[in-house]
Each structure stands twice: as structure tokens, then as C-alpha cells.
């Protein structure tokens, strides 16, 4: 197991592959992750937003977790996402993630039920409880209709368990409010591959960014790396290339511009000739004007 104090740099918030007739295709899960070690990635996130969790069946989430253990081997950390209406489901999707080798887990708040924050933090204390393994905690407010406090953030990171917070707010001011009381005790995720994200990670903490996909990984692994070594103008560089063609392709709150943004990661990894598969439904696959919109911006920044 990797431990958090190596839980660094960039990661991709990997797709889940399904053919296009909707079948998990764990041969195409195997080559993303392949692609992913010769991208260099510093770890991976497994069966998050951008993985579909919603869309699978128990069985698959345990598959496609299992298989990214096996596969990855060590290389790199694998934190698998366990998201789930109740926490039995966490638990048990938890408990054998970790048994298949997980260096740790993720899991939002109850998505729709918009519980109180003393239910939120119940449920993760709940869940720590029953799984001994390190977690991290994911505010997603778009996909839950709650956004956590930097007071809920403190009570959970003071589980012995929770070792790492993905902080996805779209109020960037209330997550460096949040940094800024909790940095020194938890290993933060959130984007900092901006030429700001450089002064945060200097004054205030923050470890590395998730990104859907990988699709700029060609900036974010180079601006971390760049970053470690203090070459500031370098990673100043490869910031600027990663905030210009994400700024192309996800608005506020992470929303898609040319698609909702998973069917948008997929076709753009398809035009790349890479395997992110397909979105099963209810997410459709995009129409023709929206790849002829996607196509120019990865004409644009160099990606085709």
C-alpha cells in the first residue's frame, strides 16, 4: 500500500471503458491503464464522477477496481472511488477494494438525499469506522447539492482515517479558506495547476490535481515535476498551456462546454485514438456539431 504522504502530483480521474453497445470492456480498461504509466501519471482515481459509478452494477465497481490493482501493480497509487446512497453500500464496496489491493478510497457525501452537515459527518465516521483503510474525502457539490464547510472539512479530517480531502468546489475563495486552516493536516487535491496554484502550493499547501480523463496530462505531469524541482518557469509554462485548454473545454462549476463532460472526456479521448470507451446511458454520446467544436480546440492547443 502507498502511503498519503506520497499521494502527489497529477492524477487522472479515469473513465470507466464501455463498448458502444454499453458492455464493460475490461480489455480497454487495461490499455487506459497502460496509457496512463507511459503518461507518467502520479496516480489514479478509479470509479469517480468521470468513472460513471452511478451507471454500473456492484459487480462491475468491484471488477473494474480489482482489475486497476492488479494491473497497476504498485506503480502508482490507486485510490477507488466507493460512492454510494447508504453507507452499507460504501462499506462493502469499501472493504473489498481494499482487500483487492487499494492503497485507499474515496467516497462523496449521499448524493440527492442533501443531508445536514452532522449527517454527512456521521456518515463518513459510519463508514471509517467499519473500513480501516486511509480515505479521502470528496466535496462535490455538483453532484451531491451540498458543499462542505471548512468546519465539516475540519471534523472529518480529524477521523483517523481520512487522510486526504479532493476538494472540487467551484468557490475556489472558500477552498483556500479551507487550505489555509487545514493544509498541514491533510493531503489536498484540488487545481492548482494555475500560475496561482503555484503561490497556494507554496503558502498555504496542497499536494496535486485530478483531472477527468488525463487529457492534458502533457501539462500536468511536466508542472508538477517542474514544480518539485523548483523550476518555477517551467511549471509557470506548462500552467498556462493547462489553464488556456481546460478553459476551452470545462466552465464553471465543471461543466462541459461542448457536452456534458464525461461524454466530452470519451470523445475526445476517441479522437485521440486512446481508450476511454464510450458513456453508457443515461449519458448519450455527442452529436456531430459538438465533435466538430471539440475537434478545433484539440486542433488548437496540439493535440491533433
Known sequence: MIPADRWRGYWPAATTPFAQDGRLDLTMWREQLDLYQELGVHG??????????????????????????????????????????????VIDLGRAALADGADGILFTPPPYARPTEDEIYHFYREVAEAVDGPTMVYNWPRGTAVNMSTDLLERLVALPQVV????????????????????SRSVFFA???????????????????IEGGAL??????????????????VAR??????DAQQSDMIGYNFVGLHGSQISQIKAAM?????????????????????VAGLRIVLERHGLL
Open 44 to 89: 489514479v482515481l478509479v470509479n469517480g464522477s468521470s468513472g460513471e459509478w452511478y451507471a454500473q452494477t456492484s459487480q462491475e465497481r468491484r471488477d473494474v477496481a480489482r482489475v486497476a490493482c492488479e494491473h497497476v501493480n504498485g506503480a502508482f497509487p490507486v485510490v477507488v472511488g466507493v460512492s454510494g446512497f447508504t453507507p452499507d453500500t
Open 164 to 183: 486526504s480531502v479532493k476538494d472540487s468546489t467551484p468557490e475556489y475563495g472558500e477552498h483556500l479558506d479551507t487550505l489555509a486552516r487545514l493544509g
Open 191 to 209: 487545481n492548482y495547476i494555475t500560475r496561482l496554484g503555484i503561490g497556494v502550493m507554496d503558502q498555504l499547501g496542497g499536494q496535486g490535481s
Open 216 to 233: 492534458a496530462a502533457q501539462h500536468g505531469v511536466p508542472f508538477f515535476e517542474a514544480y518539485w524541482k523548483g523550476e518555477i518557469d
Open 237 to 242: 509554462v506548462h500552467a498556462d498551456r493547462y
Open 270 to 290: 476517441r479522437m485521440l485514438g486512446q481508450p476511454g470507451g464510450w458513456p453508457r446511458r443515461p449519458l448519450r454520446d455527442l452529436d456531430e456539431h459538438a
